[in-house]
């Protein structure tokens, strides 16, 4: 049994609810028709949408707004969001969007008994369709509890090229969103506010750098207090960064204190350095 509230048409008619009985429980409000052959005998709720949603489009997994919604990164939506298979051509009712588009199977998990697109997916969707002062929010409120950082990033790279993803990749690097701290996120905001994008949490070589430029080879790092109070930290820390020097790239460091103190300056001497070096290498 549905638990909320949602019955096909087929459903009341085997439970022996008459067609115009059907009929009038919804001219009474008693039912609500939410789609063909769909309806809600209680108040609808987001939760009973979505049930509807799966029940009249059984192609269809919750996805964007909607699956970030599930797993607790928005708010509930007013707009219930699904993705279909690109074949499917109906007209949705005024509650429901349908994005036609394929979703990769290992994107897709269970929620409520309903197929859902996976956290990462969820945000990613998110990322293109909110404005970006609420994405900038989601993403900072939930990148480290959410969702993977790095299989967010892994689906950015894989999605290049498609409908859509260069907005997606623009607003996360705004949003510095897979940085692994605020002060990391700030000073990612303040390069791109600035039109100097560095790829966060970027691999070079065995390692994974804070800020990545390949083109002019320059590297930033945003140290916490944990890099001057931990001594094992700190010897590995210098290892790596001789390794990084020793292989042709600049390192700049700051330390979070400055990213607070003195967000402009520090970001104004990385851009003049990335540029410069840009301009003295071939392309």
Request: glycine share 4%; aromatic share 8%.
């Amino acid at each position: 049994m549905n638990p909320f509230g949602v019955r096909t048409r087929v459903e009341l008619l085997e439970a022996g609810v008459a067609s115009s009985t059907i009929h009038d429980r919804c001219r009474s409000g008693r039912y609500t028709r939410l789609a063909p052959g769909i309806y809600c005998i209680c108040e609808p709720t987001p939760h009973a949408l979505c049930s509807a949603a799966v029940l009249w489009q059984p192609t269809a997994v919750l996805s964007h707004r909607t699956a970030a919604w599930i797993w607790n990164m928005l708010p509930a939506p007013s707009i219930i969001e699904v993705s279909v298979p690109a074949h499917v051509s109906v007209r949705p009712p005024s509650w429901l969007r349908l994005y036609r588009r394929a979703v990769a199977a290992e994107n897709v998990t269970s929620a409520w008994s309903m197929p859902t697109v996976d956290p990462e997916r969820a945000m990613l969707d998110s990322v293109a369709v909110l404005p970006r002062h609420e994405a900038d929010v989601m993403v900072d409120g939930h990148i480290r509890t959410n969702v993977n950082a790095r299989k967010l990033q892994l689906m950015c790279d894989e999605d290049a090229g498609r409908v859509g993803v260069r907005e997606q990749r623009r607003q996360l690097y705004v949003a510095a969103g897979w940085a692994a701290s605020e002060p990391e996120r700030k000073f990612g905001r303040a390069l791109a506010a600035r039109r100097c994008k560095l790829v966060p949490n970027h691999s070079v070589g065995a390692y994974y750098c804070d800020f990545v430029d390949e083109r002019s080879r320059t590297i930033v790092e945003i140290d916490g207090r944990e890099f001057h109070s931990e001594p094992e930290v700190f010897r590995k820390d210098r290892r790596r960064q001789n390794w990084l020097v020793l292989h042709g790239w600049l390192v700049l460091r700051y330390a979070a204190y400055d990213v607070y103190q003195h967000l402009d300056e520090i970001a104004d001497e990385t851009v003049r350095v990335v540029r410069k070096r840009r301009r003295a290498r071939p392309d």
